[in-house]
């Protein structure tokens, strides 16, 4: 009969690995669900901000881009922001797009891309 | 005697597996609730701001409307499913509060491909109160 001694905490130690990878893809799966809500967020932020303040495309696109380093710099890159700005009937119309990567933070090697569009309407300033 | 050797193995897989599968789609409800409640607030706020600088009490009702649509969609949510209540002083008084309070349902118990059961569900809010601009000018 073969001699199983030590079997069962080899058994135990690659049981264990294997419950901690989960766990860490858990966790992984978290980062990517809070980084891609944080996406959203900058896109309506840098709207909002772009029509409320009558701040240019260029200041729209730092808001955004102030919003993700702040809030989830370490899981997002490679943001692409494109601002759009125009007019319908009196009311300025701000749309902004956000094109990122989520980056792993995780066991398991994955970038996923993550697109996100934002619109905010509001009075047309008069200079 | 047979062997059991290999068995500890495949019973921490599965005692893995069962334990990883609620706990990510915990993670997804949550993920839900924390994107609601980025767009109650934010609509909320804008809403709030908007109203406070519109000049009557129906153009503050279409920018509160227009600031929680465009918040709700802007998270990717469906603006119909929001309850929005404001609320303004008699006359659209100058200076007075204008409070707006938008509620969003997140449903818990949504499978991935399987849509959601009716509920159990939770309710995020957010509110905002803003003061009605003292100096803007009045729809005559």
New interface residues.
């Given amino acids: 009969m073969l001699n199983q001694r030590g079997s069962a905490t080899i058994e135990s130690v690659f049981a264990m690995v294997f419950v901690l990878i989960l766990a860490l893809g858990a966790v992984q799966v978290a980062f990517a669900l809070y980084a891609r809500n944080v996406v959203a967020s900058s896109a309506h932020e840098a709207a909002r901000a772009a029509v409320e303040r009558g701040r240019s495309e260029a200041e729209a696109r730092g808001v955004a881009l102030a919003v993700i380093r702040r809030a989830a710099g370490g899981v997002v890159r490679d943001a692409t922001i494109g601002v759009t700005r125009e007019t319908r009937g009196g009311e300025v119309v701000v749309g902004v797009g956000v094109d990122a990567r989520l980056e792993s933070l995780g066991p398991f090697p994955a970038s996923i891309p993550v697109r996100v569009r934002a619109v905010a309407s509001g009075e047309l300033e008069v200079p | 005697m047979r ?1 059991e ?5 495949v ?3 599965v ?3 069962l ?2 599968i609620p ?2 789609w915990l ?2 409800v ?2 839900d609730v ?2 609601s409640a ?1 767009a109650v607030t ?1 609509g909320a706020r ?1 809403a709030g ?2 109203a406070a ?1 519109a000049t009557s009490v129906g153009a503050a009702g279409r920018a509160v409307d ?1 600031a929680v649509a ?2 709700l ?4 949510l469906d603006p119909s499913k929001a309850r929005v209540r404001w609320s303004a002083p008699p006359g659209f008084r100058r200076g007075g509060a204008v409070e707006v309070e938008v509620s969003y349902s997140v449903p818990v118990l949504g499978a991935p491909f399987l849509g959601s059961v009716s509920s159990p569900s939770v309710w995020v809010r957010g509110r905002h109160v803003a003061r009605i601009d003292l100096y803007r000018s009045r729809e005559p």
Wanted: proline letters at 0%.
């Fill in positions: 062997s050797r290999g068995q500890a193995l019973e921490a897989i005692l893995g597996l334990l990883i706990l990510v993670l997804t949550l993920a924390h994107r980025l934010a804008d701001g908007r600088r227009a465009e918040a969609a802007g998270h990717g």
